[in-house]
């Protein structure tokens, strides 16, 4: 037992310090440039996303293919939504950079705004981060039901996200 | 000379902590981490007073006055643990409650499993009551340590972003709890014997991490030039017409 204490001891500690190093020197989510927006902000075909996890065309697939293509099929689907999603989530997170940049602004409209945009943003993130979890359970198990309605309904809520976040608009 | 290097280590620290209460009081940062200053100001205290014991040689009183300060500094350092949650996610208003939430599932997670490391720990000390407080001790590292580690991972997957000063106190609190936990954990299981190297690089992981802290407290803040927003640039207008396309086809 007290070799599994010393390991687990020894474990939080390594990952505590290399955790504070990460975010000391900025290594989480570090941008380059903000105000070189172009090549941060990501473009992000939404109806393309919503098609990859829609039920209806999974439940499509399922019926017309034979099973071990299906999995395979579903596997690549899932696989290209979560790059949809990563990108969300990084676009998500230059959003909260600029925000909170605008938020120390003198104008206070400008400043509201821009909370908006980063708390908009920051709900964003967590959906993202769920919404992928689920996105890889899917992968392990590509004949699952049950996570359907789960990933379409935080999936519902995340493009909602990203509606406010976009309307959204910086002066 | 590893005396020598012990009072160095331990001398070092008032003068040290002294300036960090004195800047919190003059710039009355006492308001934004009022438990990171009482912490501070007991830290002043525990060494006026077990320095004064650790002279006289009295060796039972030092223990046991070590012990009652050990008490009193692990509710500070959960509290400055809570106040570091408390400082990242203020700012970002949607998401506050989770902090709370994840602070508290943590600690409830991290004191499970520190009542569990003490439970199954075997020490090596003979003497009953300092192999106790080296159980408890590691105990409450492991709960330190996993509530930080916590915070750090919350807060690189929501993407939020640090104050200079609330990230000083925790790189300084994270070091000297890292390595804490390790020497704990490496004394609890070999004994007596490692004592005195121990003690020493604890010492010095401390006197680090106090001098992050003045860091903290007396570095001249960055004046971060305000961001010219481009929309022309990053358009998020596009994002918007195209979404608004979607939902209305």
């Known amino acids: ?35 070189d927006g172009k090549s941060l902000i990501e473009f992000l ?11 209806r065309e999974e439940e499509f697939l399922r019926e017309n293919l034979p099973p071990p293509a299906f999995r395979t099929i579903q596997r690549l689907r899932l696989r290209a939504a979560i790059e949809y999603v990563m990108c969300a989530n990084r676009n998500a997170a230059v959003l909260i950079r600029i925000g909170r940049s605008v938020s120390s602004a003198k104008n206070p409209q400008r400043s509201s705004q821009a909370q908006d945009m980063v708390n908009a943003s920051v ?15 899917k992968i392990a198990f590509p004949g699952l039901h049950l996570a359907l309605t789960g990933v379409s309904n935080l999936h519902e809520r995340l493009v909602r996200q990203l509606g406010t976040v976009t309307r959204v608009t910086v002066p | 000379m590893s005396t020598f290097a012990m009072y160095a280590l331990w001398l070092v620290l008032p003068p040290l902590q002294g300036a960090i209460a004195y800047r919190m009081w003059r710039r009355k940062n006492y308001r934004d981490c009022p438990i990171f200053f009482a912490y501070t100001i007991e830290q002043l205290a525990r060494f006026a007073i077990l320095f004064y014991w650790y002279q006289i040689h009295d060796r039972t009183t030092y223990l046991h006055a070590y012990a009652a300060f050990q008490a009193i500094e692990a509710i500070l350092q959960i509290g400055i643990v809570c106040e570091l949650y408390s400082d990242v996610f203020r700012p970002y208003e949607g998401i506050r409650h989770f902090g709370r939430s994840f602070l508290r599932w943590a600690s409830v997670f991290f004191l499970f499993l520190a009542i569990v490391v003490a439970a199954y720990s075997t020490g090596a000390d003979s003497y009953k009551f300092l192999g106790n407080l080296l159980a408890l001790e590691r105990s409450l590292e492991i709960v330190q340590a996993g509530l930080l580690l916590v915070l750090v991972v919350a807060s690189s997957i929501l993407a939020l972003q640090w104050k200079p000063r609330t990230l000083g106190i925790a790189l300084g609190f994270g070091l000297f709890t890292a390595v804490n936990l390790i020497a704990y954990t490496v004394r609890f299981e070999l004994g007596m014997s490692t004592q005195q190297p121990l003690s020493l690089v604890c010492n010095a992981a401390y006197d680090c991490a106090v001098l992050i802290w003045v860091r903290a407290f007396y570095a001249v803040p960055k004046v971060v030039p305000e961001l010219e927003p481009r929309p022309a640039d990053w358009d998020p207008h596009s994002w918007n017409e195209a979404l608004s396309e979607y939902l209305h086809r």
């Open chain 1, 1 to 35: 037992m007290n070799i599994v204490i010393i390991v687990v001891a020894i474990t939080l500690a390594g990952m505590l310090g290399a955790g504070l190093y990460l975010v000391g020197v900025g290594g989480f989510g570090r941008l380059q440039n903000l105000n």
């Open chain 1, 45 to 55: 075909d939404v109806p393309a996303f919503n098609n990859l996890i829609d039920p």
């Open chain 1, 123 to 137: 709900q964003l993130r967590l959906l993202s981060f769920f919404v992928l979890c689920l996105l890889w359970v």
